[in-house]
């Protein structure tokens, strides 16, 4: 069952899912090499904020502790984050066959299509249009068709021309 929000907790959503799944690559990526290296403080102060912005969007939020000393650790809490943010949007999304998409439920009934899903659409003048490549085609089969016609027919005259004399 989904419920509805506000478009602005969509948004800030949509920004805070982008920005965790970012310090997470590079919380994985450091500890992959290193793994007990300590966290920076700039980034120990961006995670924090960033779980304290999750816990928002955290079915019974509770407090986050503090981010974790080391890469590894923050790649966990995180990783966390992530899976809750994750949860809150299944929770307030639905596919919408119009949209070909995933869409927000607004209050009001309106819906907004999760942008950070959404396949981005190549505009109509720079795709191929299916009727040019169709009548193109039709062409090209409607002169081999009128080619073998004519040069069957003339096979045939010359044959009537060569019993005839």
Do not use: C
């Amino acid at each position: 069952m989904t419920t509805t929000i506000t478009q602005t907790d969509a948004e800030a959503h949509e920004a805070l899912v982008t920005r965790t799944v970012r310090l997470l690559r590079q919380a994985e990526a450091v500890s992959s090499r290193r793994p007990d290296e300590p966290v920076s403080p700039a980034v120990a102060a961006l995670a924090a904020d960033l779980l304290f912005e999750a816990r928002r969007f955290a079915k019974g939020a509770a407090a986050l502790p503090m981010p974790a000393p080391t890469h590894v650790g923050l790649a966990a809490q995180l990783g966390q984050a992530l899976a809750q943010l994750e949860a809150f949007e299944a929770l307030h999304t639905v596919w919408d066959a119009r949209f070909k998409a995933f869409v927000w439920r607004l209050s009001r009934g309106r819906v907004q299509p999760v942008a950070r899903l959404r396949q981005p659409v190549t505009p109509p003048s720079e795709t191929r249009d299916s009727h040019t490549l169709r009548d193109l085609l039709a062409k090209r089969m409607q002169a081999k068709f009128e080619e073998e016609y004519e040069r069957g027919y003339a096979a045939g005259k010359a044959e009537r021309e060569g019993a005839a004399g």
